[in-house]
């Protein structure tokens, strides 16, 4: 009889192909070496907590992200992030803060959508975006949001949506030059002013302010 010494294997687990779906902590952490979801990537915390950083090293999800299901804080997700394929959706939420997508640049299809995070009071980050020219840019039922400090450098979007928010100004759009879809900013009771920072294009067929 004769044994043999293997040596354990320090080779990460592939990622996984097409579509990716994460409910718990430990599907979460067994992404952390992947770089590219070809698929779509639902993270589904289904009301629970999630720690993300994990999902750091992604560079690229070439269908959908959403967001949805998660209760605590994000801050400083995706940092890696810099192409999505057909749209991003952060929906019922409870976290009160959400930030992250600093090298986010491309989304090849699709709209960037915050809806119905009943909790949410602030937004930050997006500061590598320049062009959204797929979709919409759109902030809808997020009754509790006062503060966006993202999307600084957005200069070209094609739709925007503001409605049942509690923003006070559009100042984060600071950089915005033309809208080449809908415009609707609409039932954000302390929005009392909804003038844009900079004079803005508005290139669309309907509009409601």
């Known amino acids: 009889l004769s044994l043999r010494y293997y040596e354990p294997s320090n080779t990460p687990p592939p990622c996984p192909t097409g579509n990716v779906t994460l409910t718990n902590q430990a599907e979460v952490d067994a992404l952390a070496s992947c770089t590219t979801i070809s698929g779509n990537l639902t993270i589904n915390g289904g009301g629970n907590a999630l720690n993300l950083a994990p999902l750091n090293n992604i560079t690229s999800v070439t269908g959908t992200l959403f967001i949805t299901g998660v209760s605590n804080n994000q801050s400083n997700i995706f940092p890696n992030l810099t192409t999505v ?67 600084s450098n957005l200069q070209i979007v094609n739709g925007l949506l503001i409605r049942n928010t509690k923003l006070i100004n559009l100042n984060f759009l600071s950089s915005l030059q033309t809208n080449n879809g809908q415009l609707s900013v609409e039932s954000n009771s302390l929005l009392t002013n909804a003038t844009f920072p900079n004079i803005v294009n508005h290139n669309f067929s309907n509009g409601t302010v």
Do not use: W
């Open 85 to 151: 394929g057909n749209g991003i959706f952060v929906q019922n939420n409870t976290f009160q803060q959400f930030g992250g997508f600093n090298s986010f640049i491309t989304l090849t299809s699709g709209s960037l959508q915050f809806f119905s995070n009943s909790q949410l009071q602030t937004i930050s980050g997006f500061n590598s975006l320049i062009n959204l020219t797929s979709g919409n840019l759109g902030f809808v039922t997020n009754n509790n949001l006062e503060t966006i400090n993202a999307f």
